[in-house]
């Protein structure tokens, strides 16, 4: 069966620093990944994402990107954060129509 | 560009009594699909519509997608504690690249 991971489960992070979250997908080779925020535990925010290595869409300009290194990993990056960027950060999957999401990472920016 | 709106944002219920969410789209859906996320947690994919005024039950709760496939709603007969959360629609146009676009959601709490 199919598992979808995410780390770390919660970070604290002061404003200016840089962040990587991490995201990997088990027992499924290319799948589309995505990445979510939910901003006060509310709408679903697409960010970004993939169809393949490599191939990354963005949908929202700001100061985050992603990476697809391999197959089955998704990566989450800033170079310096901001208040703004404290949320709830959902990587998720496509298997035929239904979106599988990952545990999430709640990031705090002070 | 294409938006999905849910409401009402809150419900709070006595368990026992019915709840209803509401979700419309601005444009013509592919398909709509429903989430739950409890408190804490991430959403769960509970249900795809895909045809022109469809209705699919599960136990308690009942999905329409409406006849111009612009809308949709979640009905839970009866609620139950266990029905707390946020419940989330989301909708497709593959003629708009076929991207997922997420309602608000809906918070629900029922009262025992």
């Known amino acids: 069966s199919q598992t979808i991971h995410q780390w770390p489960a919660t970070l604290v992070q002061p404003v200016g620093s840089p962040l990587s979250l991490e995201c990997t997908v088990e027992?499924?080779?290319?799948?589309?990944l995505y990445w979510y925020r939910q901003a006060a535990g509310r709408g679903l925010q697409l960010l970004f994402y993939?169809?393949?290595?490599?191939?990354i869409s963005s949908e929202v300009p700001q100061n985050l990107s992603a990476s697809r290194p391999q197959d089955r990993q998704f990566i989450l990056s800033s170079k310096k954060l901001l208040l703004s960027d404290s949320g709830f950060y959902l990587c998720?999957?496509?298997?035929?129509?239904?979106?599988?999401f990952g545990p999430g990472t709640r990031l705090t920016v002070t | 560009g294409q938006q999905v709106m849910q409401i009402p944002q809150y419900q709070h219920v006595q368990e026992g009594e019915d709840f209803t969410t509401y979700c419309n789209s601005s444009?013509?859906?592919?398909?709509i699909q429903w989430y739950k996320q409890r408190p804490g947690g991430h959403p769960v994919f509970l249900i795809q519509?895909?045809?022109?005024?469809e209705v699919k039950k599960q136990k308690r709760l009942t999905f329409q997608f409406g006849e111009a496939k612009k809308n949709s709603s979640l009905h839970i007969t009866a609620t139950q504690t266990t029905d707390v959360g946020t419940y989330f629609c989301?909708?497709?146009?593959?003629?708009?690249?076929?991207?997922?676009?997420f309602g608000q959601g809906t918070e629900l709490s029922v009262k025992p």
């Open positions: 998720a999957w496509t298997h035929d129509y239904e979106q599988y």
């Open positions: 027992g499924t080779s290319n799948p589309n």
């Open positions: 993939s169809v393949g290595i490599g191939q």
């Open positions: 444009t013509t859906l592919s398909n």
């Open positions: 519509l895909v045809k022109s005024g």
């Open positions: 989301a909708g497709r146009n593959y003629n708009q690249g076929g991207k997922l676009i």
